[in-house]
């Protein structure tokens, strides 16, 4: 083990007399995990939010999005004259 600074060792002192007094069938997550807990939830609220306002702006009706490039979506014929034929 690495020499430990003299503030370290007195941490590490008091670390061990806490956890002495700890009753190991007693022990809660405490403040601290509720806060952990309630910012997960928050985050996965706004997340959940933010997804359903994405979802209603998407468009599933439009058809020109399944025509290949160069096609035209009415007629399905290709190439550079497509719009002159349907005129």
Do not use: I, Q, Y
Request: charged share 20%.
């Amino acid at each position: 083990m690495p020499d430990m600074t003299p503030s370290a060792n007195l941490a590490m002192m008091h670390a061990a007399e806490f956890a002495k007094e700890l009753d190991k069938n007693k022990v809660t997550p405490g403040v601290l995990g509720f806060l952990v807990f309630a910012g997960l939830a928050v985050g996965v609220w706004f997340l959940m939010k933010s997804m359903t306002r994405h979802m209603n702006r998407v468009n599933f009706e439009d058809k020109t999005a399944d025509a290949p490039a160069g096609e035209s979506p009415e007629t399905g014929t290709t190439g550079p004259g497509a719009a002159a034929k349907t005129a």
